[in-house]
């Protein structure tokens, strides 16, 4: 008889790549279990075999809403009774262990991000209150910790910013759904057909991202530049349509709305470049973006900002070209007489490499 295994967020569509294209299918595949996954609506057409959805949230990130949401994710785990309920997002915790407590099903919590340090550090919050909510948070998780079975890891840094899980823990990174991979030994050719995907914010350098796609249209480098993602701050998705208006060599997907994986996966293939270009900062610093696996993995050529732990990927496939001074001028001489990704294996960049971890994992809870 399949056991019964619910993955469950207040911040992630039920189509979300982790939860969906990775752990979900990853589950599903074994035959062993029947997967649920509970989340937030998406426009997406869903199916897949041994996988339900439970789209039971509608709203944005106001921190007041989410809170209330813990009700209909409880009213949602009496009716599927898992035997394996996973978490990615602290207010549903507490409600969680409650019914760890009442029914006694095991309790993982996947850690995706760090939200003491993203509140303190990045959030729209204003000063006054963040830091109270910041801690807040991390009391959730200190005090939630000897409840939980086990906890999953999406960046191995966490292992040091959440001394309090101690060793029980399993790393499964963000790496990436394989898609088709672009011929080795390739260079550039202008003009380029310019990607940056992924969350948009002034964390992740959109707007710089826009500054540079003008630089190197002035210089004759570029095609286009494709924004495609989703963008939570209301001050930014403003600035990115101010500065792309009556620019018709900048392309703009998604914005306000969620972009299913595989449109994301269509312009990392129409692509010629990639764009990483994070702002220095101490949230990012020792993560690994989920887009740095997905454009390396495809052999996508990439500019990037500094960034040591990244160039250990960047110099062992010869993937990047790393500038901090991100302008056509600079840029030119590199970007078209550099050699990229000559013959070099990308097999641990995807997310192939982390399945048996999870199957592992749920076969010894």
Same mark, same amino acid.
């Given at each position: 008889m399949r056991k019964t295994v619910v993955l469950a967020s207040v911040l992630k569509p039920v189509d979300d790549t982790r939860m969906f294209e990775k752990m979900a299918k990853t589950i599903s595949q074994t035959n062993k279990y029947t997967v649920n996954i509970i989340g937030f609506y998406s426009k997406s057409q869903l199916k897949a075999a041994n996988i339900h959805?439970?789209?039971?949230?509608?709203?944005?990130?106001?921190?007041?809403?989410?809170?209330?949401?813990?009700?209909?994710?409880?009213?949602?785990?009496? /009716?599927?009774?898992?035997?394996?309920?996973?978490?990615?997002?602290?207010?549903?915790?507490? =409600?969680?262990?409650?019914?760890?407590?009442? &029914?006694? @099903?095991?309790?993982?919590?996947d850690v995706q991000e760090d939200y003491y340090e993203n509140i303190r550090q990045l959030s729209n919050f204003p000063n006054a209150i963040k830091l109270s909510l910041a801690a807040i948070v991390r009391q959730i998780e200190k005090l939630s910790a !000897?409840?939980?079975?086990?906890?999953?890891?999406?960046? !191995?840094?966490?292992?040091?910013?959440?001394?309090?899980?101690?060793?029980?823990? @399993?790393?499964?990174?963000?790496?990436? =759904?394989?898609? /088709?991979?672009?011929?080795? &030994?390739?260079?550039?050719?202008?003009?380029?057909?310019?990607?940056?995907?992924? +969350?948009?914010?002034?964390? +992740?350098?959109?707007?710089e991202a826009i500054s540079l796609a003008n630089d190197l249209h002035k210089h004759g480098l570029l095609d286009h530049l494709h924004i495609i993602g989703r963008c939570m701050e209301s001050d930014t998705l403003n $600035?990115?349509? /101010?500065?792309s208006t009556d620019k018709s060599f900048i392309k703009l997907t998604g914005l306000q709305e969620l972009v299913p994986y595989n449109a994301i996966t269509a312009a990392i293939a129409e692509a010629d470049i990639g764009l990483i270009i994070y702002k220095?900062?101490? =949230?990012?610093?020792?993560?690994?973006? +989920?887009?740095?696996?997905?454009?390396?993995?495809?052999?996508?050529?990439?500019?990037? @900002?500094?960034?040591?732990?990244?160039?250990?990927?960047? /110099?062992?496939?010869?993937?990047? =070209?790393?500038?901090?001074? +991100?302008?056509?001028?600079?840029?030119?001489?590199?970007?078209?007489?550099?050699?990229?990704?000559?013959? $070099?294996?990308?097999?641990?960049?995807?997310?192939d490499a982390e399945q048996a971890k999870l199957i592992d994992l749920l076969d010894s809870i």
């Open positions: 959805f439970h789209p039971v949230f509608e709203f944005d990130r106001l921190w007041l809403s989410r809170i209330t949401a813990s009700w209909k994710f409880y009213k949602k785990l009496i /009716q599927l009774k898992p035997d394996i309920l996973i978490v990615n997002t602290y207010e549903l915790l507490i =409600v969680s262990i409650l019914y760890r407590i009442l &029914f006694g @099903t095991k309790l993982l919590y !000897r409840y939980i079975d086990h906890f999953i890891l999406a960046e !191995r840094c966490y292992s040091l910013t959440l001394p309090f899980i101690g060793s029980n823990f @399993t790393v499964l990174e963000n790496k990436a =759904v394989t898609v /088709q991979q672009k011929p080795p &030994f390739q260079r550039l050719k202008a003009p380029l057909k310019m990607l940056f995907s992924g +969350t948009l914010a002034k964390s +992740t350098g959109v707007l $600035k990115i349509l /101010q500065l220095d900062s101490p =949230v990012t610093a020792s993560k690994i973006p +989920t887009k740095l696996y997905e454009y390396l993995n495809a052999h996508l050529p990439v500019i990037s @900002t500094p960034n040591s732990l990244w160039e250990l990927f960047y /110099q062992h496939f010869e993937a990047a =070209v790393i500038s901090d001074h +991100t302008s056509g001028t600079t840029l030119r001489e590199k970007l078209l007489n550099t050699s990229f990704y000559n013959d $070099k294996s990308t097999y641990h960049l995807s997310w």
